[in-house]
């Protein structure tokens, strides 16, 4: 791989896994999203209004993908929240972040995709990660402790749920993004997601439940809305100097960093065998990524 792109790609994996320990440490996970979503859209507003004066793009019949893509985002913003409020960020984020392996899946059983063998390894071993990120030790007795997990443990099944809209949005922008500019396409969704968002909010929160995220975590606010914008700015860079698949698949090391954190900074438990899964994780998917 180009050397600066791989530079790029390891740079934006750790703000991704940061902007998520962030959210992790916030008083109301929910309202600090709505907060960092927000200024980062207001951030990208200036590069939306530039490409729009000088008619780089047309808006006619964006509107219905945009509005199914806001409809997904939100549900992503929702129970990533939820995952992080009942459980680990070393469990959690891993598991949202193998959606690409799940997006594989679907394309070879619904859209006619062929898959290499690289391609049947990369799922096998994100699967496996997957399976194996909940278990506390890798014991026969062990083995069947995630699927009580998906009964009982209100955690995976947050994070479960995110998997599945992390997956549905991504088939979405993807079929987006061949009709319409990204730039349109990444300004105009989001307005969708955080009306729904906001919402949710007035109806299940009390009120000033805004104001009190913002004065408790006004500067972590901030920061991960610049590192929403400038993360993915690093990403789109790196697109233009490698191929997508390799940039794609080299972006999962987050998986690792966010296990890192988790482990280092907030003493979570069980560090050496989440490792092991979210190393797994990225391997799988950098294979899918490199099979695609």
């Known amino acids: 791989m180009n050397a600066t792109a791989v ?14 320990f962030l959210t992790k440490t916030a008083h109301d996970k929910q309202v600090f999203v709505w907060w960092y979503e927000l200024l980062g859209l207001l951030f990208f507003t200036p590069v939306f209004v530039y490409g729009f004066w000088q008619k780089s793009f047309v808006l006619e019949g964006i509107w219905p993908m945009a509005m199914l893509s806001g409809l997904l985002h939100f549900l992503y913003w929702l129970w ?3 995952a992080l409020d009942e459980g680990d960020l070393s469990r959690v984020y891993p598991i949202a972040r193998s959606a690409p392996a799940l997006v594989f899946v679907i394309a070879l059983l619904f859209m006619g995709e062929t898959v290499s063998r ?3 390894v990369g799922i096998l071993l994100a699967a496996l990660g ?9 014991t026969p007795a062990a083995l069947v402790q995630p699927l009580r997990n998906f009964q009982n443990d209100a955690a995976t099944r947050y994070a479960l749920l995110t998997l599945l809209a992390v997956a549905a949005y991504s088939i979405v922008d993807k079929q987006a993004v061949t009709h319409f500019h990204p730039v349109a396409f990444a300004f105009i969704y989001p307005w969708f997601s955080i009306a729904l968002l906001s919402a949710y909010i007035t109806s299940a929160k009390k009120k000033g439940a805004l104001r009190r995220e913002w004065r408790l975590n006004r500067w972590s606010i901030l920061a991960c809305g610049v590192l929403g914008i400038f993360g993915y700015f690093l990403i789109l860079v790196a697109f233009s100097l490698e191929r997508i698949s390799y940039v794609v698949g080299l972006r999962q090391i987050s998986v690792v960093f966010s296990v890192l954190l988790g482990v280092i900074l907030l003493k979570e438990r069980h560090g050496r065998q989440r490792m092991m899964s979210a190393v797994m994780i990225f391997l799988g998917v950098f294979l899918i990524a490199r099979a695609g």
């Open 80 to 82: 990533l929240s939820r």
């Open 130 to 138: 997957v399976y194996t990120i909940s278990l506390n030790r890798l």
């Open 7 to 20: 530079g790029l790609v390891l740079i934006s994996a750790v703000m991704h896994a940061v902007r998520n």
């Open 118 to 120: 690289p391609g049947v």
